[in-house]
């Protein structure tokens, strides 16, 4: 037993890093969507020239219209790993997988997946109208999924969490 908690705890050090390596990059790439747009706003003619490219005539509007999908779905995908750091934290100090915050941690995150699969194709679809381009961001039922699949993972936690207080009330 003590062989798998090492493992767990292990494994949880290394999702922590990951998951602050992923928000690094998430903002790097929110700041690098503000600076394009300042850039569009600042210079109009940034593209006097429209271009082609993969099918896709690239447009300032396109810019933006990307530039303001990747900014709000990158702030939501900073707060959904958040939430992972905070869950993977707290099973390595609890020692244990099955606490009532690790249950809360994952049922936020289950409900933020559903936010993001829902909201950030929502966006680029307003984002796509308000800056009058065609190009909008697809609804992924694949990550509506993965958020059931957490949110059931959340359950078993909530179990596994009933289970381990029943033991320890036995000890």
């Not at 020692?95 to 994952?106: A, E, G």
């Not at 936010?115 to 190009?135: H, L």
């Amino acid at each position: 037993m003590n062989e798998t908690l090492d493992k767990l705890n292990k494994i949880c050090g290394l999702a922590r890093v990951t998951a602050k390596i992923c928000i690094a990059f998430l903002i790097i790439g929110i700041f690098a969507s503000i600076v394009m747009i300042g850039v569009v706003a600042l210079y109009p003619d940034f593209l006097t020239d429209v271009f082609e490219t993969g099918g896709t005539t690239v447009t300032n509007g396109l810019i933006l219209a990307t530039c303001v999908t990747a900014i709000f779905g990158g702030a939501l995908g900073i707060v959904v790993l958040h939430y992972l750091d905070c869950l993977f934290t707290n099973i390595r100090d609890s020692n244990t997988p099955f606490t009532n915050k690790s249950v809360k941690y994952l049922e936020t995150i289950a409900r933020l997946l559903v936010i993001f699969t829902i909201s950030v194709p929502a966006v680029s679809a307003i984002a796509a109208f308000a800056f009058s381009t065609d190009v909008v961001m697809e609804f992924s039922i694949s990550a509506l999924l993965v958020a059931g699949l957490v949110y059931v993972l959340s359950l078993i936690f909530k179990h596994g969490t009933s289970l381990q207080n029943e033991s320890d009330a036995i000890l």
